[in-house]
């Protein structure tokens, strides 16, 4: 094969992989709601990428091998987003209160603190979650509003008082995790949820 050929051929791999990495950095893949299973097809996602580099010269067609596996990729990550990430138009899982709920804070910790004394440590994460945002609206950091979801918390108290947003964007993955996941929630898991409410409950909201 000439030098020019050998160019050209190396060119084109590079163009593939670069290819590759452009699409796997597309803005709803970083912005998806990070449950479980996207958690788990980014590790994959990653594994792939590192692979892309090896794959130009190993993969059977040379460059078309390599584009073959970004387009399986792509599709692939495409299909898992489109059930459960920002594709869907929407935000992970259900309303966190049901209708007519209008319990305070402190008993939403009642029963939180109920349900950890019996093991049923979802239902404790979901009722310190709760808590959590029926003290954010007796605070004004939130409005009073009926449906929201767990990642809508985090995302409307995380705008609003960004000194918790991390803080709420970690107690509303954990929740997810568990209510639509399939994470089995434990006394560390209800741990979580109590350290983040306790903080909220000590800050200073100072709205942004």
């Known amino acids: 094969m000439s030098l020019l050929a050998l160019a050209l051929e190396e060119l084109s791999r590079d163009a593939a992989r670069e290819a590759a990495r452009d699409e ?12 479980l299973l996207v958690r788990v097809l980014g590790r ?3 594994e792939i990428s590192d692979l892309l580099d090896r794959a130009a010269g190993a993969a059977p067609g ?15 990550v495409a299909v898992v987003l489109s059930r459960v990430g920002p594709l869907a138009g929407r935000s992970t899982g259900r309303p966190l209160f049901s209708a007519g709920t209008a319990l305070t804070a402190a008993e939403h910790r009642t029963l939180a603190e109920q349900a950890a004394g019996e093991g049923r440590f979802a239902d404790a994460v979901r ?20 449906g929201r979801t767990a990642g809508e918390v985090a995302r409307d108290g995380g705008a609003a008082v960004p000194a918790l947003a991390d803080d709420l964007r970690r107690a509303a993955v954990l929740f997810d995790e568990i209510w639509y996941g ?27």
């Open 127 to 146: 009722e310190r979650l709760r808590a959590i945002v029926r003290d954010l609206e007796a605070r004004g950091a939130l409005d009073p509003r009926p």
């Open 62 to 76: 040379g460059t078309l091998g390599v584009l073959a596996l970004v387009v399986l990729v792509a599709l692939f």
């Open 44 to 46: 994959v996602v990653r």
């Open 182 to 208: 399939g994470r089995a929630a434990d006394a560390s898991s209800y741990a979580v949820l109590v350290g983040v409410d306790e903080r909220v409950g000590a800050s200073r909201l100072t709205p942004a």
């Open 24 to 35: 796997l950095r597309r803005q709803e893949y970083a912005q998806a709601e990070p449950a």
